[in-house]
């Protein structure tokens, strides 16, 4: 899929709710170098309720994503939900008011949503990218990583690691 493909028609759309869907997979996440994500599938919907002078989207996220374990390094998938809104306003130029409102011109037909799922699968990201369940994580690797570790020991700090702070 194209980032084209996620785009919503608004121009003809009469007043009142609109209710669209994407799903998104490995194509999307292609040549997005900002995420630790190369592989994933989700379905999104938006819900668009237009006025007059904005349009107000609410998006559900759910999928999962396919990541790299931090403790042990094997890839593990990472299930996510969210939800998010955006409200639509409109303008003479693009501009973006803060983190939920953005400007486009009248003179616009269409809005590409691709950024915003971007953004969104991001914020959805756990901070520390690991297993769940430690027990689940590769214990061969687990276990090499122990030794490297209690191998590069430095006998130098051995003695600051008998004071103790009283």
């Not at 040549?31 to 919907?45: N, P, Q, R």
């Not at 609410?58 to 042990?72: A, D, K, Q, T």
């Not at 590769?138 to 122990?146: L, R, V």
């Amino acid at each position: 899929m194209k980032k084209d493909d996620y785009m919503i028609p608004f121009k003809g759309l009469a007043a009142g709710e609109h209710f669209f869907g994407f799903e998104i997979n490995e194509e999307f996440f292609k040549g997005e170098d900002l995420l630790d994500v190369k592989k994933g599938t989700a379905s999104i919907t938006v819900d668009l309720i237009k006025e007059a002078s904005l349009m107000d989207l609410h998006f559900r996220l759910n999928g999962s994503l396919r990541l790299v374990c931090e403790r042990c390094l094997s890839e593990y998938d990472q299930p996510f939900e969210g939800a998010f809104r955006l409200v639509v306003k409109f303008g003479e130029k693009f501009e973006e008011e803060s983190d939920e409102v953005v400007v486009i011109p009248h003179t616009e037909s269409n809005l590409n949503i691709s950024g915003y799922i971007y953004e969104y699968v991001n914020l959805l990201l756990p901070i520390k990218k690991a297993h769940l369940h430690p027990e689940d994580c590769d214990q061969e690797m687990i276990g090499k990583i122990e030794a490297y570790e209690q191998q590069k020991a430095d006998p130098r700090w051995d003695a600051l690691k008998k004071l103790k702070l009283k």
